[in-house]
């Protein structure tokens, strides 16, 4: 097997990361082959540039550096491209390794799981939260975790699959690449979802987690946020149905509540973003706040 890691990243030094999955590739026999590509989407980062630059010393190891910001979805579907493995693992930049196994364990994986075009290692958060800074982005993410478990997303395989850490066919992401429409931030991974489910494309969740570390603070996910919704709007009905968010608007559609809530949105949106962006974020107000940012775009 030939073996290419593909690590979209923005901004972001990944080369202790890089170094560590570089150091499990080198202890492989059953690898053909293997690169690390690392793409960097337009940054403008001299600093982390340079540190990332490092890449390059390791063996089987790039950083390709591209001028213009085209988004994740795009990055990833460059990075496939130039990548020359019969399987790619993708992953973000800001993971960190947990595992001294961990690419044993997805090489192992293929051969118990032959019918399996993709396989997910998971992700896992720390245990306490690092920042107040970031409460609203981790306290989201530990929320997440019930529905992150291997058990639930092989029952649910489609609707969970993520980028995070993923291992997938090159043909198959070069025959489905991520969609055009996901220029910016947010809904990629769930698309991707749709259509490999549309194909009927076999997938298998593992236990072979990478941490979550890189947390944004509050105020930048709750941009982040906006502008996912941004890109779920653009996308509409080809994706919409597919969400729970979807579900609801639709919901407020049928019963006419759409101006009701979008004005219960406006007046409480202060106090929303306060807690928010507060120490302690309450979920079902960050879900309100989704919920009434998204009707304000079909405005």
């Known amino acids: ?3 290419s890691i ?82 790619c693992i993708i992953m973000d930049c800001d993971a960190q390794v947990i595992n001294n196994n961990f690419i044993k364990n997805y090489i192992s994986a293929t051969k118990q799981h032959p019918e399996a075009d993709v396989i997910i290692g998971g992700l896992t958060n720390p245990t306490t939260l690092p920042s107040p800074e970031v409460s609203l ?16 997303c092989n029952a649910h395989p489609y609707s969970r699959f993520c980028t995070f850490n993923v291992m997938i066919k090159r043909t198959l992401i070069l025959a489905t690449p991520f969609h055009p429409t996901f220029t910016k931030y947010g809904f990629e991974d769930i698309f991707m979802g749709v259509e490999l489910s549309r194909k009927k494309v076999s997938i298998i969740y593992i236990e072979n987690p990478l941490q979550h570390t ?43 509540m759409e101006n009701t809530l979008y004005l219960c949105y406006r007046i409480t949106k202060p106090f929303l973003r306060k807690n928010l962006l507060g120490e302690k974020p309450n979920m079902r107000f960050f879900a309100f706040y989704k919920l009434g940012y998204y009707i304000g775009l079909t405005k």
């Open 6 to 87: 593909l690590i979209p990243t923005f901004d972001y030094v990944c080369y202790t990361l890089v170094h560590n999955l570089q150091a499990q590739c080198e202890c492989m026999n059953n690898l053909d082959g293997y690169e690390i590509l690392v793409m960097e989407d337009g940054g403008k980062d001299q600093v982390k540039a340079i540190a990332n630059h490092k890449i390059n010393d390791l063996p089987n190891c790039r950083y390709i550096r591209k001028k213009e910001n085209v988004g994740r979805a795009y990055n990833i579907n460059n990075l496939v491209k130039e990548a020359k493995g019969d399987w």
């Open 137 to 152: 982005r981790y306290t989201y993410e530990k929320n997440a975790e019930p529905f992150r478990t291997t058990q639930y």
């Open 214 to 256: 890189g947390f944004d603070d509050n105020n930048i996910f709750l941009k982040k946020t906006e502008t996912a919704l941004t890109m779920l709007h653009k996308a509409g009905d080809m994706l919409l149905p597919y969400t729970r968010l979807g579900k609801v608007v639709d919901m407020c559609h049928k019963w006419h």
């Open 1 to 3: 097997m030939q073996l």
